[in-house]
């Protein structure tokens, strides 16, 4: 991800961004939100397989926030320090507030205050994914009861018992064939 740099080449400061990784993410896994009423069994196997890796992700972003808030105070706290020791030096006065507005306006401290915001973005973001997958099992579940109450039936499901017994034969298959192709890889 680049930085945007001002005139003097320092870093300046911006919206906070996501990484393209990060999006394709959350693009692949936006996708799967919509439900088939008339393929809740795959629906099912789609939910917990998303919500576990949204779960994942979001616990690893989570981390990499709290990296970039620490390492945003270690910059501020080292840049403070080195003003103050500048202003001893110089004899010059400074006051907070001055040395504050130094402090921030430090290359570094805006380089560890954009990483934060990027952090502080994707966390916000994959929140948001993986509070519409809670929902989203809600759904499912009330989606379910229906199909079990006969909502989604007519004449043209009958024998919907077979076609049950298919589709689960045919999802155990292809997670059969995936945790096979993993095991290979």
Do not use: C
């Not at 080449?9 to 936006?30: C, M, N, T, Y």
């Not at 501020?76 to 006065?93: I, L, P």
């Amino acid at each position: 991800m680049k930085r945007q740099k001002t005139q003097e080449g320092k870093p300046s400061a911006r919206l906070p961004a996501l990484d393209q990784d990060l999006v394709e993410f959350i693009e692949e896994h936006s996708g799967r939100i919509p439900i088939d009423e008339h393929d809740l069994i795959r629906m099912q196997g789609l939910q917990t397989d998303s919500y576990h890796a949204v779960g994942q992700r979001l616990s690893l972003e989570v981390s990499r926030h709290d990296a970039a808030k620490q390492f945003h105070r270690f910059v501020s706290a080292r840049v403070e320090e080195g003003v103050r020791s500048d202003a001893k030096d110089t004899g010059e006065k400074v006051t907070e507030g001055s040395v504050a507005t130094r402090v921030a306006l430090d290359p570094e401290v805006i380089e560890a205050e954009n990483l934060l915001l990027d952090a502080k973005r994707a966390v916000s973001d994959l929140t948001a994914l993986k509070d519409s997958f809670m929902q989203r099992s809600v759904m499912l579940r009330d989606m379910a009861q229906l199909w079990i109450a006969g909502y989604y039936s007519d004449a043209a499901t009958e024998g919907a018992d077979k076609a049950v017994r298919r589709i689960q034969a045919d999802e155990t298959k292809r997670q059969t064939a995936k945790r096979y192709r993993q095991g290979r890889d």
